[in-house]
């Protein structure tokens, strides 16, 4: 174990050339980022998850109530044992050739059996009370990180100038307030890991993970190696989106389309002007540019370059379904121009609907009917949008 710790804290892989942890261990007279303070974000994580909880039931969720949002969850499925059966134990979703199984079985048409399944797999969603509690919680949480960072960054040089994330590096000193920024922040991300598992469970749930764990990865990186200058710019950078986007899920659930729409197109824009201009532009330019002038490239420097090109892949991905989701719905319009009441239709629902979904009673098989082997299912977007402007069953 002993060889496995030497090996994984080589100071030629964590360090530039001619830099050792001897030089930056604290003294009374300078502090600097140390390893083992990561341990703290652990049991953070789980007491910001316990603050989550209860801002969500005494918080959260008497403003939803006071917003008339509905806590009762999507209509339940008639009991069918074979049907039943077929949905917990075979598919979810069954094909064109199991339907026809199904209905010569249960004498139903294949119409009423889809129906069914739709149902049943709506009864396992949350209802919109519980979406809404957890937006307000995100939208609570990384609007306070936001503005701490903002008022902690424009106190600070490396805001203005990048090269100031470099001058002297590494050894800069860890005031308190980074401090507190960076291991709430890695802490945040944290119960975001232990939650997904809890939380809504949406199609991009591996991008998401990924990106979780591709954000875990970066703040711990800088931290050890003391990059927690550009680090900072980082975490900023990032919230204002997710501020935005959360509002939009909060906005769309209270059902005020129209404050949906436009806290939609604010986030559509802040996002991809922050995430596919400026952080190129400005945040990959210092990591990887002005870092090798000033410091030169060694291990670990690579590795979080790595990281952040895999965040911006992220970014890309991200982009892509917003700029397909907008186009889509400025399609639908009349004329081809934008028409916020289409965003704010159906799209948005995280339940699959249909324009029969009223009708309950399974219908006997009828040979000129049963031929209908297909639903028209109102399918959107996941990700930053999920919730949101779209969203789509999995």
Not at 71 to 87: C, S, T, Y
Request: glycine share 4%; charged share 20%.
């Amino acid at each position: 174990m002993a060889g496995i710790l030497v090996w994984f804290w080589n100071e030629r892989f964590w360090l530039p050339h001619n830099v050792t942890w001897a030089d930056l261990k604290n003294t009374e007279e300078a502090t600097f980022p140390q390893a083992e303070d990561l341990y703290l974000a652990i049991p953070l994580a789980f007491c910001i998850f316990m603050i989550r909880l209860f801002f969500e039931r005494f918080i959260a969720r008497p403003c939803a109530l006071a917003l008339k949002i509905q806590a009762n969850g999507p209509r339940k499925a008639q009991h069918n044992a074979i049907l039943e059966k077929v949905f917990t134990s075979i598919t979810k979703h069954p094909d064109e050739k199991r339907l026809e199984g199904l209905s010569k079985q249960l004498d139903w048409d294949v119409r009423s059996i889809q129906r069914w399944f739709r149902q049943r797999r709506n009864q396992e969603k949350p209802s919109t009370l519980t979406r809404f509690c957890e937006s307000m919680w995100k939208f609570t949480f990384n609007l306070y990180m936001f503005t701490y960072g903002v008022r902690y960054l424009q106190k600070t040089p490396w805001l203005w100038n990048t090269r100031q994330c470099w001058n002297n590096y590494p050894n800069q000193q860890l005031t308190p307030d980074l401090h507190y920024y960076y291991i709430v922040d890695l802490s945040f991300y944290w119960s975001l890991i232990f939650a997904q598992f809890m939380d809504i469970k949406r199609k991009d749930f591996p991008i998401m993970f990924l990106h979780h764990i591709a954000t875990i990865s970066l703040i711990t990186f800088s931290y050890v190696n003391n990059m927690v200058r550009v680090g900072t710019l980082v975490m900023c950078l990032h919230d204002v989106a997710d501020v935005l986007v959360e509002a939009a899920k909060m906005a769309n659930y209270s059902k005020c389309h129209k404050l949906c729409d436009l806290l939609f197109v604010v986030f559509a824009l802040v996002f991809i002007i922050a995430r596919l201009c400026v952080f190129p532009l400005w945040i990959l330019n210092t990591t990887m540019f002005e870092s090798w002038e000033i410091v030169g490239p060694y291990p670990s420097w690579w590795v979080f370059n790595i990281l952040l090109l895999v965040l911006q892949s992220l970014h890309l991905f991200w982009a892509y379904l917003i700029i397909k989701f907008a186009y889509r719905a400025i399609s639908k319009g009349k004329n081809g121009k934008w028409n916020p009441l289409h965003v704010s239709k159906d799209d948005r629902s995280d339940i699959e609907s249909s324009s029969d979904e009223d009708d309950s009673v399974p219908r006997i098989k009828n040979t000129q009917s049963s031929s209908t082997n297909g639903y028209k299912s109102t399918n959107g977007m996941n990700g930053y949008l999920t919730g949101a402007a779209c969203t789509e069953d999995h």
